[in-house]
């Protein structure tokens, strides 16, 4: 069950999706969003540092899941099987946010700073899933080519969810993979 916090942060994030998608988020203020979610500016910046983290939230989080499911596994796989197993971890949550994953990523698209700024925490997380690979005993350079090949393939399989049927992630991410694998075979 949800702790209080969870719920005003899940209020805030959900004001927040609906003003910037209403009016646009260059056009919005943090105390617009604490008003919307029946809160004080105050503890808008008790969950949030800035306005944009509204938007990014989720990400310390996942970066745990990922790493946790890298360094957790069993021993013996390679840096792919590590990879999907991770994002596999990830599921859950992907899942419980659904919701909020579609107008965050319009919202994200239609804005310049907002588009650099997730690709600087796309790269963030990905120098994290190859320092995971790395204490799993994989050599430096293939481990930043595999974190980077499998955050693309993640990117894929979350965009193609979002996009279109909402079954099972796994099979969309299954997909992903294969497609990154049937890539790099080439003759």
Request: glycine share 6%; aromatic share 8%.
């Amino acid at each position: 069950m949800p702790r209080d916090g969870d719920k005003v942060r899940r209020r805030l994030q959900e004001a927040a999706l609906e003003l910037f998608r209403e009016r646009g988020y260059d056009q919005i203020t943090s105390a617009e969003i604490a008003a919307a979610a029946g809160v004080t500016e105050r503890t808008f910046f008790r969950h949030f540092p800035d306005k944009r983290e509204v938007l990014f939230g989720g990400e310390a989080l996942l970066s745990e899941i990922l790493t946790m499911a890298v360094r957790d596994a069993p021993p013996g796989l390679g840096p792919w099987a590590l990879l999907l197993r991770a994002f596999r971890a990830a599921k859950s949550l992907l899942v419980e946010n659904r919701r909020f994953s579609e107008p965050r990523r319009q919202v994200i698209a239609s804005n310049q700073p907002l588009r650099e700024r997730e690709l600087g925490k796309v790269m963030s997380l990905t120098a994290k899933l190859a320092s995971a690979l790395r204490e799993r005993g994989v050599p430096d350079r293939a481990a930043s080519l595999a974190a980077q090949m499998g955050m693309a393939a993640f990117g894929q399989a979350v965009a193609s969810w979002l996009d279109g049927d909402p079954g099972d992630f796994e099979v969309h991410l299954a997909e992903a993979f294969r497609e990154v694998h049937d890539l790099s075979s080439f003759e």
